[in-house]
């Protein structure tokens, strides 16, 4: 399996649920991002792991909850959130080799309905 | 406040006729500008860029043009066909910066019909 993969690509949850996102990258990069996509909105950084260390939190709410266990894996756990938190959720990777790396690989995402 | 400016949601074009992208952005800190291509129930996939030192760049059907003074960039598809029928994101990075400071817009949905 190559590139980037999401599980789930569909998940609903309550407001009282608990659930993880998962982001998996078989392409041996030392970056990962969280982006949010929500209606009529332009892609939202949320978090960006360089090395298996944040190195970016874009005022994210606490209920989500980013793991980055090794540099191939990222993990968005998610409790108690909003019905506004309904989005479609991207995971990026990208090999980070001088400070003008641009290219990055999206997953297919994981398509969030809060209810 | 929206630095990156996609005014358009959706064009519609006829197979075979050029396909005009539009993307406007307020921050001239910008150095680097994306295209990024997004089909249903995928990920975002990487189109073309251009740096900021020039005003031109070309690949295959897809040319992307800056215009600096106005702060604007297009996309121009020729010829258009249905398999481009997706939702195009322009993106800007700020100088000195890597892909996480990348700011995209909402994106325009394009549709070429047979």
């Known amino acids: 399996e190559t590139g980037v993969t999401q599980t789930p690509r569909h998940l609903v949850m309550g407001m009282t649920n608990k659930k993880s996102l998962k982001c998996e990258q078989h392409?041996?990069?030392?970056?990962m991002y969280w982006y949010k996509q929500s209606a009529k909105k332009p892609l939202e950084l949320m978090f960006v792991?360089?090395?298996?260390?944040?190195?970016e939190n874009n005022s994210v709410p606490s209920r989500f909850s980013p793991e980055c266990p090794n540099s191939s894996h990222l993990f968005l756990h998610l409790h108690t959130l909003q019905p506004e938190d309904s989005a479609l959720y991207l995971c990026a990777s990208s090999q980070v080799v001088s400070w003008d790396n641009t290219e990055a690989f999206f997953g297919q995402g994981t398509r969030l309905t809060v209810v | 406040d929206q630095q990156v400016k996609q005014n358009s949601p959706s064009l519609s074009v006829q197979e075979g006729r050029i396909s005009i992208l539009n993307c406007d952005y307020t921050n001239s800190m910008f150095d680097y500008f994306l295209w990024y291509k997004k089909y249903p129930a995928e990920g975002p996939t990487f189109l073309i860029s251009?740096?900021?030192?020039?005003d031109k760049n070309e690949d295959g059907r897809f040319t992307v043009f800056l215009n600096k003074s106005a702060k604007h960039l297009s996309l121009h598809i020729v010829p258009s066909q249905p398999g481009d029928s997706a939702v195009y994101f322009c993106?800007?990075?700020?100088?000195?910066?890597?892909?996480?400071?990348?700011?995209f817009g909402t994106g325009t949905r394009l549709l070429v019909s047979p």
């Open positions: 392409l041996g990069h030392n970056a």
């Open positions: 993106a800007a990075r700020l100088m000195n910066t890597g892909f996480q400071k990348l700011v």
């Open positions: 792991y360089n090395f298996k260390e944040q190195t």
């Open positions: 251009i740096s900021s030192i020039k």
